[in-house]
């Protein structure tokens, strides 16, 4: 697999999982989502369940105790074993509730840690083949393999020559050479001129000459 394919990988398992999350965070109180290690529901709807268990227990412990009401003893043993039944069933929900928060918090965490992994592994993949950390002044280079092989480095294309252009100066006393390979030169302002790479030019016995 290549660099750019375990890259586009890491990134989609952490928007999927990312997905998830928001779900369980944000979704309706009727919803369960489907993760790698089983169902789970969201939020609201663990906050509803809890709610109708709380309610419902309320309720059955409302109807018993006006049905106890002919017998005060039994009316307020009842209502005293009710009220610890409500208790425990309030306290367990808090306590869902809380759990399944710390799940939710321990996966947004679990993801933040996992894509910064993934990061750092494709940041050390890209130094180990040999990558140039900068492309500061490298405008119109290609990337070539190095000759021992351990890594890349940006070299001239033969597409962009280098242009050499002769004037005089200004009092005729000189001959000037402008070269260069990035700029814009007008050909006509000069006496003479060429395109060519990998030459030096000379004067010799008042000539000027190319030595390739």
Known sequence: MSLQTD???AVTRVAVDSVLLHTIVHGSSQETV???GGDVVTVAKLLNDADARINLAAQGLLARSQSAAQDALTSAELASSEAYRSQS???QGVAQSNAILQVVQTSGNQILVDAEAVLQQVVARLLAVGLPDTLTGARGKLLKVKIDESGY???NTAALPRFYGFQLSSDGSELLLTEGRESGFDAQV???????EGVTFVI???ALEVQL
């Open 204 to 206: 010799h016995d008042n």
């Open 190 to 196: 000069f006496l003479s001129w060429s395109l060519a």
């Open 7 to 9: 890259l586009h990988d």
């Open 89 to 91: 069933a309030a306290s």
């Open 153 to 155: 480095e940006l070299v």
């Open 34 to 36: 489907t993760t790698g």
